[in-house]
């Protein structure tokens, strides 16, 4: 089974719930970060990261000994990312998607592939957890293809945890789609509540389950949970604003770490998931 934990924003506490829910259950799972602009779940898994592995992603390029200046490959790109300007073709890398349509109706064979560097990719291992994250390449505009590119290393079989980015834009639905569950990680305040509804309305369209986890959950007002029950999007933890987590959090220690007592919290989370996946269909 597949769970990715999310948020409308960031900030709500999505790599705390997804981080002590790894380190809570006793059977091996990967663990993959996928807020790749901003990776942080490795230094509360502690984990020992290996070499960083080059991530690659095809773009044209162009032999302008053969380019008869035909424009196929700008009619056939959907995002602009190459043209042809007078006496020249332009491709920009940046906004190429790497679909390869430019090289497959170029009459000519003019166009051919190379690589361009999205980031790194480190893995790692804490105990029976296994580790993966990515890292954006400073200046790179797109993230979804270093997220496609760190959930390929997930198995076929077994569980995995997804840490998603925060938000409802792109690398979002990359770090979402096709996951067997999704957490949303709110807060009980209007910002919270805003963006935990855009989540919603994207998780809707992806067709797949989800439950509610409230952080912070005696602070602000009690418009989150009735637009929970409005939605019937079942609660399934709440976690109080203590200072004694915020401190902990603060020097890098899980909660389940700090306070063993949070550990059948998160196992329960996790069979609490069981039960609403399967209600759903989804096999764990």
């Known amino acids: ?48 990261l290996g070499s960083p592995e080059v991530a690659t992603t095809p773009v044209p390029q162009v032999d302008e000994s053969k380019c008869t200046l035909c424009g196929k490959c700008g009619e056939i790109c959907q995002f602009k990312a190459i043209i042809v300007i007078g006496e020249t073709v332009l491709p920009f890398e940046e906004l190429c998607h790497s679909c390869g349509g430019c090289m497959e109706v170029c009459p000519e064979k003019a166009i051919s592939e190379k690589a361009r560097e999205l980031g790194v990719i480190e893995e790692g291992r804490r105990n029976g957890i296994r580790f993966v994250h990515g890292r954006l390449r400073i200046g790179e505009a797109m993230a979804p293809p270093l997220i496609k590119k760190v959930r390929a290393k997930a198995p076929v079989d077994g569980l995995t945890i997804i840490d998603a980015p925060p938000g409802t834009s792109c690398p979002v639905i990359a770090a979402m789609k096709g996951a067997d569950f999704i957490l949303l990680v709110t807060e009980p305040t209007p910002f919270g509540l805003h963006d935990l509804e855009l989540a919603v309305g994207a998780v809707r369209v992806l067709g797949i389950p989800c439950g509610l986890i409230i952080n912070r959950s005696d602070l602000g007002d009690r418009k989150v949970y009735d637009y929970a029950k409005k939605e019937d999007i079942p609660i399934l933890m709440e976690i109080p604003f203590e200072r004694r987590i915020a401190e902990a959090y603060s020097r890098g220690i899980p909660v389940v770490e700090a306070f063993p007592d949070w550990k059948e919290r998160f196992v329960q989370l996790y069979r609490d998931i069981e039960d609403a996946a399967a209600r759903k269909g989804v096999s764990a």
């Not at 790599?15 to 829910?21: E, H, K, M, Q, V």
């Not at 380190?23 to 990967?30: A, C, F, G, N, T």
């Open 1 to 48: 089974m597949i769970i990715s934990v999310a948020s409308g924003k960031g900030g709500t506490g999505k790599t705390t719930i997804a981080t002590n829910l790894a380190l809570s259950l006793d059977e091996p799972l990967v663990f993959l970060d996928c807020d790749v602009e901003e990776p942080n779940a490795h230094l509360f898994l502690q984990t020992d």
